[in-house]
């Protein structure tokens, strides 16, 4: 059985160098993860690349014989991996062992792709993959390969500097969950770059009664039903949850990934080692 881990979220919430400080984090621990790159736009790497998707397709080149932008590139690009699920990517995945540890890097999402919503004029743009099946598609190959898959869902922590931008990111999350039915762990990411963390801190215990009075006071009265409603799903279902990421502190490297593993059963199938022993003598 073979594990991995889907790195998703907004563009500049982290993914590259998450990816890269887990890497120099096993690397520490003598453990082994291969990390891959999904990103057919991406340029340059703090992390060796396992698999590479632009080996396949590249943005560039389908801008550059297409004709097409880079919004319209990119879903060209995804939707061709899609179609090679079958071939490029199960010949990829023939060179790792039943037990190899995979760490996905994904796009971050293009605003015109993306359905966005607003609280009071502030814009939460839902990731590319909620929305088309190219992910989950994806997702389930992974499955048919044997793999356990858990989704990393990236979120940047100076994002919530409001209670209206925290129930966005909780919606983000909460459509990624549910249109990829994985197990999911939210990090909030760059908590070194938070000057204020007294602020962050209220939103990863966050109280109902007290979100639902600031959401009501940024919000006009029409929108109250709504305000309550949002609430008690982020209450009643603690479905949506965020973990704190210091990339400065190899304890939060080591919490995050542990909090993954526990998902994805890494390690729970390992044979026990029993060293042999002579008695002592009486």
């Known amino acids: 059985m073979g594990y991995a881990q889907l790195v998703i979220g907004p563009a500049g919430s982290g993914k590259s160098t998450y990816c890269s400080s887990l890497f120099q984090h096993c690397e520490t621990m003598r453990r082994t993860i291969h990390i891959v790159n999904l990103d057919p736009a ?9 698999m590479d998707i632009r080996e396949l397709i590249s943005l560039d080149d389908v801008m550059e014989e297409l004709g097409l932008g880079p919004n319209g590139g990119l879903m060209y690009c995804m939707e061709h991996l899609e179609e090679n699920l079958d071939d490029w990517l199960t010949e990829e995945l023939d060179n790792y062992l039943d037990d190899d540890y995979l760490v996905f890097d994904c796009p971050g999402i293009l605003p015109q792709l993306c359905y966005s919503f607003s609280l009071k004029g502030n814009y939460c743009q839902i990731e590319l993959f909620s929305h088309v099946p190219v992910l989950k598609n994806f997702v389930e190959h992974l499955k ?4 356990n898959v858990c989704v990393v869902y990236l979120l940047d922590s100076q994002f919530l500097t409001d209670v209206t931008k925290f129930i966005s990111g909780c919606m983000a999350s909460l459509s990624a969950m549910v249109q990829l039915e994985l197990p999911h762990v939210n990090i909030l990411s760059k908590m070194d770059l938070v000057t204020n963390k007294r602020e962050i801190e209220d939103y990863l215990n966050p109280e109902p009664r007290v979100l639902l009075s600031e959401l009501n006071k940024r919000m006009a009265p029409q929108f109250g039903k709504l305000n309550k409603a949002l609430i008690e799903l982020v209450d009643q279902y603690s479905m949506v949850s965020f973990v704190p990421l210091d990339l ?8 995050v990934l542990s909090q993954i593993d526990n998902c994805i059963q890494y390690g729970e199938d390992a044979d026990v080692k029993v060293k042999d022993f002579d008695p002592e003598d009486d």
């Open 248 to 255: 400065r502190k190899e304890s939060s490297i080591r919490y």
């Open 42 to 50: 991406a340029e340059n790497f703090d992390y060796p690349v396992a």
């Open 144 to 147: 048919r390969k044997n793999f």
